[in-house]
Nanobody, 115 residues
Framework: QVQLVESGGGLVQAGGSLRLSCAAS????????MSWYRQAPEKEREFVAG????????SYADSVKGRFTISRDVAQNTVYLQMNTLKAEDTAIYYC????????WGRGTQVTVSS
């Protein structure tokens, strides 16, 4: 069983930055794939960025390439999403996901970007 808790969301002006954290507890194995998803109002949940727990295997959605950076701290059991040059269309609930044979999700953290 894996538990994921996201934090770091908030309200920011367009052009600003936020860093999201996903604290993982439970049995995290090196072959887990950790990722961030987001869901805007009345839209489907979409992939944002992902990274292998054993590193690197990093991938990004085209919409965030060059602006977002995913990283992980194995010692802290935490995955981060550094978000720069935020746009109004980045407004969404951001979810952390851990996947290996099965998927685990956090409850999400709200990111609101004002234009």
């Amino acid at each position: 069983q894996v538990q994921l808790v996201e934090s770091g969301g908030g309200l920011v002006q367009a052009g600003g930055s936020l860093r999201l954290s996903c604290a993982a507890s439970g049995r995290i194995f090196s072959n887990y794939y950790m990722s961030w998803y987001r869901q805007a109002p009345e839209k489907e949940r979409e992939f944002v960025a992902g990274i292998n727990w054993s590193g690197p295997g990093i991938s990004y959605a085209d919409s965030v390439k060059g602006r977002f950076t995913i990283s992980r701290d194995v010692a802290q059991n935490t995955v981060y999403l550094q978000m720069n040059t935020l746009k109004a269309e980045d407004t969404a609930i951001y979810y952390c996901k851990a996947q290996y044979r099965t998927s685990y999700w956090g409850r999400g953290t709200q990111v609101t970007v004002s234009s």
